[in-house]
T-cell receptor
């Protein structure tokens, strides 16, 4: 299995509070991604990174920010959590071009 | 915009049956196509990766084919077992409509149930 971990694995938070999810890899892959998975919508890309301090938006980036200060870590921040951000969040990693994408175990976030 | 469709959304078969899951995509200029498996409450496990220059890939009882010109891929599962029960997701990377990006676009999956 690819060396990719996510923390925390479960979190319950209140509306309006900031939340940060962490993705950590040991594979030295260039690309890192954050997805959310919701019933009826499938997997949707939030943000991705193509190098240290290089990030770009995905299709559902509103309300989320990311940072990557080291190759191995990619942080997803919800500045002010809302109930619509209740979801399962997955991190993924990949090399360039023809490489496979590998997924972390996921973080289940509940915003009350 | 690349769109990926998986049909059927759900499939129930008796144990031992051979089955085919379908995936179609709208932009044929892809880098690769990847099939994943997801068990309930779990993450995604990569099953097979087919590069754009390949026609098929095999792993054990699984065989995935790719027809870029028609925008289709199939995942063939031989001699299905109850342990194969899961959701199977198809995803494509790249495509002209995405600027040849490194992003994956996912289908919504096929939920497979193999009955003993």
């Amino acid at each position: 299995d690819a060396g990719i971990t996510q923390s925390p694995r479960h979190k319950v938070t209140e509306t309006g509070t900031p939340v940060t999810l962490r993705c950590h890899q040991t594979e030295n892959h260039r690309y890192m991604y954050w997805y959310r998975q919701d019933p009826g919508h499938g997997l949707r890309l939030i943000h991705y990174s193509y190098g240290v301090k290089d990030t770009d938006k995905g299709e559902v980036s509103d309300g989320y920010s990311v940072s990557r200060s080291k190759t191995e870590d990619f942080l997803l921040t919800l500045e002010s959590a809302t109930s619509s951000q209740t979801s399962v969040y997955f991190c993924a990693i990949s090399g360039s071009g023809a490489y496979e994408q590998y997924f972390g175990p996921g973080t289940r976030l509940t915003v009350t | 915009k690349q769109e990926v469709t998986q049909i059927p959304a759900a499939l129930s078969v008796p144990e031992g049956e051979n089955l085919v899951l379908n995936c179609s995509f709208t932009d044929s200029a892809i880098y690769n196509l990847q099939w994943f498996r997801q068990d309930p409450g779990k993450g995604l496990t990569s099953l097979l990766l087919i590069q754009s220059s390949q026609r098929e890939q095999t792993s054990g009882r699984l065989n995935a084919s790719l027809d870029k010109s028609s925008g289709r891929s199939t995942l063939y599962i031989a001699a299905s077992q109850p342990g194969d029960s899961a959701t199977y997701l198809c995803a494509v990377k790249g495509g002209v409509t995405q600027g040849g990006s490194e992003k994956l676009v996912f289908g919504k999956g096929t939920k497979l149930t193999v009955n003993p």
